[in-house]
């Protein structure tokens, strides 16, 4: 008679395949990856729309300061130059141009003028842009 080899009774290291709980597992894991990928990309938009909110307003406040320096000490006024403006690129953006005699100085033919321009969008978005020059009275 011949023998036969017994064959051994499968034990879990022969099985192949994956468990519902493994599945599971995995799965979730996944899903939590894919929620902090989702994150980043939310959280990079809005930086985005940001950084272009400000190129507008920076802009904006340079162009107002680039004006009034071409009107000279003499042209400003708040005839040429009223104290608020709005600007229509951005959302809820408003503009303030202020100038007084420079401080610290005895010259009156000095301006310290400031342009700040702010704008709207909820808490991540919202922010402001200000510059300052000095312009004076050569003459």
């Known amino acids: 008679m011949r023998h036969r080899p017994r064959q051994k009774p499968l034990t879990l290291r022969h099985r192949t395949g994956l468990s519902l709980i493994e599945l599971l597992v995995t799965v ?4 939590i990856g894919l929620v902090g990928v989702s994150s980043m990309f939310i959280v990079g938009y809005r930086t985005q729309v940001h950084a ?3 190129s507008v307003a920076t802009d904006v406040a340079a ?7 071409s009107a000279g000490f003499n042209g400003i006024d708040e005839t040429s130059f009223p104290p ?5 690129d951005i959302p809820s953006g408003q503009g303030t141009i202020t100038y007084a005699p420079y401080p610290d100085t005895d010259s009156p ?3 310290l003028v400031q ?3 702010t704008w709207a969008g909820g808490r991540a978005i919202e922010g402001r842009a200000r510059l300052s020059t000095v312009i004076s009275n050569h003459g």
């Open 28 to 31: 979730s894991l996944l899903a």
């Open 52 to 54: 272009h909110f400000a």
């Open 63 to 69: 162009k107002k300061i680039e004006e009034m320096k």
């Open 84 to 88: 608020t403006f709005t600007v229509s």
């Open 109 to 111: 033919n000095q301006y």
């Open 115 to 117: 342009v700040v321009v």
